[in-house]
């Protein structure tokens, strides 16, 4: 039986809501546990209508490795960050096009927002036939390479996920 069919219509909303209500409750209490599972479930059903098909994930498993790799860069970026405004050298910011591999919308979302949740990186725009992205990078001395590392720790492991 299909979660779906179990009136979950996007059971990973269910849970993610869920989590990040007893985030923002600070603690874990009867209450906060009622509530996370009240709007868990209710504001899927209610906005399931709205949903496209629910995505295809091929490897859910590839996820956790992304998600290791992409807390690690945040970490490391926002380090690199500091340490660039608290010097006095002038950063090399440049607006770089990403040609994507990607065409999956859903996917091409999550690398655009992962993109932009890295310090010193913001996804700016995607082209209209969806095959380029573009990038703005606060300090960047080689365009070929920042493309690279995005598709090596980024874009890769998501067309792994969603192929």
């Known amino acids: 039986m299909t979660a ?16 990040v209500w007893q985030f923002l409750a600070d603690s874990v209490t009867g209450a906060s546990v009622v509530m996370g599972l009240i709007l868990g479930v209710v504001i899927p ?7 496209p098909d629910s995505p295809s994930m091929k490897k859910p498993w590839v996820l ?13 970026a926002s380090i690199s960050v500091t340490i660039l405004i608290l010097s006095p050298r002038q ?12 065409h999956d919308p859903l996917g091409i979302t999550i ?6 949740l890295t310090p010193g990186t913001v996804s700016a725009d995607v082209s209209d036939d969806g095959t380029l992205l573009l990038i703005h990078a606060l300090d960047v001395d080689d365009d070929a390479e920042l493309i690279r590392a995005i598709h090596q720790r980024y874009e890769k492991p998501l067309l792994e996920m969603f192929r």
């Open 4 to 19: 779906e069919r179990l009136g979950f219509p996007q059971p990973w909303l269910t849970v993610a809501l869920f989590v």
């Open 45 to 51: 059903q209610i906005t399931h209508r709205f949903w």
């Open 64 to 76: 956790v490795r992304y998600l290791t790799v992409v807390l690690y860069d945040i970490i490391v």
């Open 91 to 102: 950063p090399r910011s440049a607006f770089v096009s990403y040609p994507l591999q990607l």
């Open 111 to 116: 690398l655009a927002n992962t993109i932009s």
